[in-house]
């Protein structure tokens, strides 16, 4: 098994330099582009020199390698920074919040607030057991419409099963995720009242999130099971089968199912990670669920760089780790991919 | 042994027209013409409609708030979408905001298509250490979900139809960059190549004159595809308030602000909704023929 | 004979059907299989072979569809028995090998394991145990060599020969009634093909099979079967037995078909052209390539890849040199030394006298200006997307130095030199004949008016016909412009009527360096005795496979052990062979040979290979 230790070392340290890699960029988009977000922290009143001082403590006006290092040094103990807005308690602190009446009160809770704020790795575990139950069963809903449909299609090219899949693979990439969610709320929620949706009380909340996730990703993977499928079919083993006695059942099942789950893993590596990760951030910002995506958007719009900084560097490993782990299943279904 | 070289498709050895053939064998496909049809319907729609309404897309007429849409009751042939919280026209918007949209996509695809062509085939072609390096970034680019990204830089750089144009080509040139690598790499590899190289054909000649040509069938399909999804994207800006700022109507900000109204007057939010998802399921049904056509192709099924 | 045949295909039709357009692919065909019989079938590409074998063991899919006939089996037509009863039937007593052994079975699942699947597929009621030790006992049965280890090896850690006896395994391996071979040999080298024909032909005789051979070539059909029929355009043309055919064949196309075949020793021999004290036009010193890949088994290890190891050789003005050899000979990476796409990792080569790495980039775009190298494929060797008269003007392009309408007349006279019409300057590639393609292939290297050509398997691709069209091109241009050709090929048969002087190759050294009528009539090397003894031919054989050739394959080029190299199938090897390498020994005039029996007598020999068979007895006898 030395194959297996040489290709998870390779592979862990080519992840490790993109995590960095991610990390760099992020961190330094952060920092280039416009906008003081201490001056979005404590609200338009307060005075430069204030501002100025705040963001000394905070070390923002060090150079930007000077600020990297010391966020990696940390990072590698665990210690991702704190939330500029998000308190202990999960109340968020920003200026924009207190909107409408309580301005005088600002300043004083701005002070309470830089003793409290909430730690970026709490955010997240805060949010994590939601988001992971909305990713799970968001990919339970697909396999379960996409899986019989795709392998279905891809057993019967040109027949009624893959136009069948054709239309709706279609249609559903065609729906953009945000309005599939006000329509699912307006229509399941709203007017029939048959699932709660917007916030978390319970279980239930989770199952209109997840279509709108599975609608999304579903398209992907009808048509590349039905793709690799088809060209499965292809093969010399599937003709050479016929003739040499196996059951066409067990050609199917044995072979090409077995042949055609490759592209199917890559495509779970690839594509269906990145995109499970953006629909879980948009599908938790509009239904209002409070997960790591809702959390991860309120800090893009606040520019909450510790936040994001956390998030990205999260996202990033779990691609990363979702595609070695990928990469070595698949060779062990087809050996001739030891790379 | 090291030196052979690939297989080829049964395709290839025909000739030139493979990209001909490609859209020919879309073309008989009636999902391809469907799409086209109601495509060239809505594009000319938008390009013409606008102009010729009496309605300004940013004209707020107070007399005219919430008039619901023709097929339901108290719905008139003046407002065929209806009208908003503002009494604009949701017709005339939506229509604008297809224009916008659709010219925003379709620029990002394009830039990024050059972009990403360039990068990949030298990548390909020229391996060593550019190679490397580009790969590296094209990974950590896949590796950050593409909103987190486009909202990161949108939510601070005041946005404008380039800035989200330009965020599009940033989250959209990796795939590019790859597939097209990945047709390099194998085109190098190839005997006319080696060909060229003995008559003593340049590297640049090469790679412009003889494995360029072979980039467009592979890719013209993603490329099809990916203007509807970078019209997703600039939507869910426009959602998210990030995208171009309101009172420009595009089919994100539109929704967003049709939001507050999802309960009472619901077609505020939904019927520029249906707009879109019409060009975006156009977009995908020739696009996807696209690939059908593709995929036939390089069987050898035809 | 009264005894009732095996089977009775009775007036087979099938068509192909698309778009409700039928086209007829066999039209009553009619024979019968005796027991213990081997029939062969002959027939090119398109005849309908392929599709009659599938028709033997009920196996037609759609676009094709059986209008017609029956084939009687022990009183039943299997075309019409219930597809749940035929499956069984396939495999069990039908045993069918196909020509592409490398994608025959599933990639992903390792060798044994897919015969156990379909021995227990056919026969339900045998144990996985039982269906092991059957498949391990055929596997030993076809010489596979370690097949214990074999057995859970994977298809792509088989070389085709191998793959090809693993497939005969699994044919064999539910003692079928009879067996199909469906163009078995197409994919192989020579050598590895004459392996496997014989292995059919002991098989035959131990295991009472019937067998139908199927396949493109008379020559190899002749080998083994006892009656001959001849497929054209779907029918029978003709029904002989293999002496007859060649003899006398009775059907113009038989005729034909039998002209086709290359002949080995039968043919005129060119005349060394006059070189004496002539300088070299082309000198290979002692050059060295080696790969290197990784090896996913180690911590960051590499393996390299022998592919050339010294090759030397001289090629003077007006000569017709070649080089041949089977598949992993080194020919190719050698064929992309010469042409300076590659540098060698050790030793020279020189052009005109002066060393092609020395020189700089000027120098070398004239050098490719003198010297051009033609490609083995004429459907990819050019971009496709070109019309055809800027593919052949592209050289001179590159080169530059001309105005337009003289590039455009210098192509349209290479153009005519070269047999093509004028009229297709503008056309595109689409449409053209293999032969066609390959003038525009050779138009595009005359167009720089070289010294030296390159051939590298040029003429592989194209038939006897159009073959020996393009010889006659090249004789010309040799006469009128004093050209220099290198054949680098595999076809013995067209380096026999091409070459003056040939290189044997074999595992990325020169084994065997002598004129045409020495390597055919006279060779030193063994290699090249085995290579001639395996060569497909209608001719009387010099060579006798079973003597000049033993089983096994080339070894690995990643790692070579010590010795000769082809001490392993050598029949005339002895203890020093495995040791010492020998070294390429003079024959006089110029001939070598890397063999310590390069000038043996043939006493000398005779005793040689007693001696090694006594060796060999040896080892199988202290073996357990």
């Known amino acids: ?321 979702a595609n070695i782990m990928v990469d070595l299943a698949s060779t062990f279904i087809d050996r001739r991919l030891k790379f | 042994m090291a030196a052979e070289t690939g297989t080829s498709s049964p395709a290839r050895g025909r000739g030139e027209s493979v990209t001909r053939r490609m859209f020919r064998l879309a073309w008989e496909m009636t999902s391809f013409k469907i799409g086209l049809g109601v495509f060239t319907l809505l594009v000319g729609a938008a390009i013409i409609w606008p102009e010729l309404s009496p309605y300004d897309p940013m004209k707020i007429s107070v007399r005219e708030r919430f008039l619901p849409p023709i097929f339901l009751e108290g719905g008139t042939w003046a407002h065929l979408a209806g009208t908003d919280q503002l009494g604009r026209d949701l017709f005339v918007r939506s229509l604008v905001g297809l224009r916008n949209g659709l010219g925003i996509a379709a620029a990002a695809v394009a830039i990024m298509f050059v972009i990403g062509c360039a990068l990949g085939v030298i990548s390909g072609y020229w391996g060593r250490w550019v190679d490397i390096i580009l790969m590296r970034i094209t990974d950590a680019q896949l590796s950050i979900p593409v909103i987190v990204l486009a909202i990161t830089i949108l939510s601070v750089s005041r946005p404008n139809p380039f800035t989200v144009t330009a965020v599009l080509v940033l989250a959209g040139w990796p795939i590019y960059a790859r597939v097209v690598r990945s047709i390099a790499l194998a085109e190098r590899e190839r ?112 | 004979m009264a005894a009732p045949p095996l089977l009775d295909a009775q007036g087979i039709s099938v068509d192909l059907v698309r778009r409700s357009v039928s086209e007829p692919i066999l039209r009553d065909v009619s024979f019968q299989l005796r027991e213990r019989q081997v029939l062969g079938i002959i027939g090119e590409s398109g005849s309908g072979k392929t599709v009659l074998s599938r028709v033997l063991c009920n196996a037609i899919t759609e676009p094709l569809e059986i209008t017609a006939g029956s084939v009687g089996y022990h009183g039943r037509d299997l075309l019409t028995i219930p597809a749940a009863e035929m499956q069984a039937l396939r495999g069990r007593e039908i045993g069918y090998i196909g020509s592409d052994p490398g994608s025959a079975l599933d990639p992903t699942i390792p060798v044994g394991h897919q015969i156990v699947e379909k021995l227990r597929a056919v026969q339900p ?100 079967a006892d009656d001959i029929i001849v497929l054209q355009e779907g029918r029978i043309i003709e029904r002989s037995t293999p002496e007859a055919i060649v003899a006398a ?216 016909v159009e073959q020996s069209r393009l010889l006659e091109i090249f004789d010309k241009l040799q006469a009128e412009h004093g050209f220099t050709y290198i054949f680098i090929s595999h076809d013995l048969a067209m380096v026999r009527r091409a070459c003056t002087r040939i290189a044997v190759m074999y595992l990325g050294k020169i084994v065997e360096l002598a004129d045409n009528h020495t390597v055919f009539f006279n060779p030193g090397h063994p290699y090249t005795k085995a290579l001639l003894s395996a060569v497909p031919t209608i001719e009387e054989r010099r060579y006798d496979a079973a003597e000049n050739l033993l089983e096994g394959e080339p070894p690995s080029p990643i790692g070579i052990p010590p010795g000769c190299s082809f001490n392993s199938r050598c029949p005339l090897a002895f203890e020093r062979c495995t040791t010492d390498e020998p070294g390429l020994e003079s024959r006089g005039d110029g001939r070598i040979s890397a063999c310590y029996w390069a000038n043996a007598s043939e006493d000398e020999l005779i005793a040689a290979a007693d001696a090694n068979r006594a060796r060999r007895a040896a080892g199988e006898a202290s073996a357990p």
């Not at chain 1, 705040?54 to 940390?74: C, H, M, N, T, W």
């Not at chain 3, 020579?190 to 024909?197: D, E």
């Not at chain 3, 001179?396 to 300057?425: F, K, Q, S, T, W």
């Not at chain 3, 003038?439 to 390159?454: Q, S």
């Open chain 3, 249 to 464: 064949p009775e059907h113009d196309y038989s005729k034909r078909l039998l002209e086709r075949i290359p002949r080995i020793w039968a043919v005129e021999e060119r005349a060394q052209p006059k070189t004496e004290g002539e300088a070299a036009l082309l000198e290979v010193d002692d050059v060295y390539k080696t790969y290197r890949v990784n090896d996913p088994t180690r911590f960051f290890g590499h393996n390299d890849v022998e592919a050339v190891r010294g090759v030397t050789f001289n090629v003077k003005a007006g000569e017709n040199f070649g080089i041949v050899g089977e598949s992993g000979c080194g020919k190719s990476t050698l064929s992309r030394l010469l042409s300076w796409i590659e540098a060698p990792d050790k030793g020279s080569i020189s052009f005109e006298g002066e060393s092609v790495a020395k020189m700089n980039r000027r120098r070398l775009l004239g050098l490719r200006h003198r010297f051009q190298l033609l490609l083995q494929d004429p459907y990819n060797a050019m971009p496709p997307h070109m019309p055809v008269g800027r593919t052949i003007l592209e050289p001179l392009l590159i080169h530059g130095g001309m105005g337009r309408r003289a590039m455009r007349n210098r192509v349209l006279e290479v153009m005519n030199e070269v047999g093509l019409p004028a009229d297709i300057y503008d056309h595109l590639q689409i449409g053209l004949s293999a032969g066609q393609r390959q003038r525009i292939n050779l138009a595009r290297a005359l167009v720089l008016e070289p010294r030296l050509l390159i051939l590298d398997e040029t003429l592989s691709a194209l038939d006897q």
């Open chain 1, 1 to 321: 098994m030395a194959f297996v230790l040489t290709f998870l070392i390779r592979r862990l340290a080519q992840g490790v330099v993109i995590v960095l890699l991610v990390t760099f960029l992020i961190f330094t988009l952060l920092r280039v582009i416009p906008g003081d977000p201490v001056r979005i922290m404590l609200g338009p009143a307060t005075t430069q020199a204030v501002v100025e001082a705040r963001a000394q403590e905070l070390g923002l006006r060090d150079s930007i390698p000077e600020q990297f290092v010391r966020y990696i040094a940390k990072a590698v103990q665990g210690d991702f920074g704190e939330s500029y807005f998000i308190g202990e308690t999960g109340i968020a602190l920003t200026a924009q919040n207190v909107v409408g009446g309580k301005g005088q009160d600002t300043a004083t809770e701005q002070r309470e607030a830089k003793m409290t704020r909430a730690g970026v790795l709490k955010v997240i575990a805060d949010g994590l057991p939601y988001t992971l139950m909305l990713a799970g069963m968001g990919l339970l809903f697909t396999l379960l419409m996409a899986v019989p449909l795709g392998i279905a299609a891809g057993l019967n090219q040109e027949k009624w099963q893959d136009r069948l899949a054709f239309f709706i693979g279609s249609v559903f990439i065609s729906l953009p995720n945000f309005w599939l969610a006000l329509v699912l709320i307006l229509l399941i929620t709203a007017r029939a009242g048959l699932l709660p949706s917007i916030g978390y009380k319970g279980f239930g909340y989770v199952i209109l999130p997840a279509i709108v996730l599975a609608v999304e990703l579903a398209p992907i993977i009808i048509r590349g099971l039905s793709m690799s499928i088809a060209q499965a079919l292809q093969a010399g083993y599937v003709s050479g089968g016929i003739v040499r006695g196996l059951p066409w059942r067990q050609i199917i099942v044995r072979h090409v199912l077995r042949n055609s789950s490759i592209p199917m893993l890559n495509l779970f590596g690839v594509q269906i990670g990145g995109l499970l990760l953006g629909g879980v951030f948009v599908t938790e910002f509009v239904f209002d669920y409070p997960g790591v995506g809702r959390s991860t958007v309120q800090a893009v719009l606040q520019r909450d760089f510790p936040v994001i900084q956390g998030v990205a560097i999260l996202a990033a490993s779990i691609l990363v780790l």
């Open chain 2, 191 to 302: 005997e006319y190549v080696r060909g060229a190289k003995i008559l003593g054909a340049s590297d640049l000649r090469i790679a412009t004159l003889m494995i360029s040509p072979n980039i467009l069938p592979p890719i013209a399909f993603v490329a099809v595809l990916d203007i509807a999804r970078m019209m997703i994207f600039e939507a869910l800006f426009g959602f998210l308030g990030i995208g171009i700022q309101p009172p420009t109507p595009t089919f994100g900000n539109i929704i967003a602000d049709g939001y507050k109204y999802l309960v009472n007057s619901w077609w505020i939010p939904t019927m520029p909704g249906v707009f879109l998802i019409l060009t975006l399921i156009s977009i995908n049904l020739m696009g996807a023929s696209l690939e059908r056509a593709r995929n036939k192709l390089f069987k050898g099924i035809v």
């Open chain 3, 125 to 224: 009621d045998m144990s996985k145990q039982a269906a092991r030790e059957r498949a391990l006992e055929v596997l030993s049965a076809v010489r596979m060599p370690r097949p214990e280890r074999r057995f859970d090896e994977f298809p792509f850690q088989y070389s085709g020969g191998m793959m090809q006896r693993a497939l005969i395994v699994d044919a064999l391996v539910s003692n079928p009634t009879f067996l199909i071979a469906d163009n078995v040999t197409q994919q192989l080298d020579v050598t590895v093909a004459a392996q496997i024909i014989r292995l059919m032909h002991d098989l035959r005789d131990q295991l009472d099979t019937a067998i139908i051979f199927i396949s493109s070539s008379l020559a190899i059909v002749r080998e083994i």
